[in-house]
């Protein structure tokens, strides 16, 4: 066996050509996201196909296939990336919405912004929700009523926590949200309104 000081070679470290190509993967990604977020801001969600992202982002179809496997997994990829930008913001961004604040008003906080990514984002979440067998089994989800059951604890509830926040994030679903604000005309910030008094009467009395 060589002693401690002997050069040994190191296994499992990148070579500078491999980080390179994850860099290059990285900013690949990041292209093909930013042109399809852009295509549905100019023309829908029902514009996004994988020939019309690659046009976009100036790259050949094989690019977006061999990236995202199907228009299925480039959906989901655009979810998971407001989803992460948000966990962020309530993890460690500044309060309301971030530590810091009460929990009630984390809480919502919390709903006012769940709610403004559905403004902007409803159809992509609806498209990218719809190739889940079960969105309630998925990462996002399970984060997200994680953190509301978790400030749902800390304003004092004991009992049946999951299924509070299991009722105050329905309140949040895409489908339904889009249907008041389209269907039924209801304003965006009424709803939010409306959904701040409800989280505020499930909080108990100190």
Avoid: C
């Avoid at 498209?127 to 997200?144: I, Q, W």
Wanted: net charge neutral.
């Amino acid at each position: 066996m060589p002693p401690p000081d002997f050069p040994l070679p190191v296994r499992g470290l990148p070579r500078a050509d491999a980080t390179a190509e994850r860099r290059d993967a990285a900013r690949n990604r990041r292209l093909l996201l930013d042109a399809a977020t852009l295509l549905v801001a100019d023309r829908g969600v029902a514009a996004v196909t994988m020939e019309a992202v690659a046009a976009t982002a100036g790259v050949g179809k094989g690019t977006v296939f061999r990236r995202f496997g199907s228009r299925a997994g480039l959906m989901l990829a655009l979810l998971d990336h407001s989803e992460q930008e948000l966990q962020a913001a309530f993890m460690f961004g500044p309060p309301p919405l971030g530590p810091g604040a009460e929990p009630v008003d984390r809480l919502v906080a919390f709903g006012r912004a769940r709610l403004a990514m559905v403004e902007t984002q409803g159809d992509i979440m609806r498209a990218a929700e719809s190739t889940r067998e079960s969105r309630f089994d998925a990462p996002p989800y399970l984060v997200a009523v994680t953190h509301v059951s978790a400030l749902l604890r800390a304003a004092g509830h004991r009992e049946d926590v999951r299924l509070l926040a299991d009722t105050l994030l329905a309140a949040l679903d895409a489908d339904l949200v889009l249907h008041q604000v389209r269907a039924l005309h209801i304003p965006l910030p009424t709803i939010a309104d409306r959904w701040a008094d409800l989280a505020r009467r499930m909080t108990p009395p100190n």
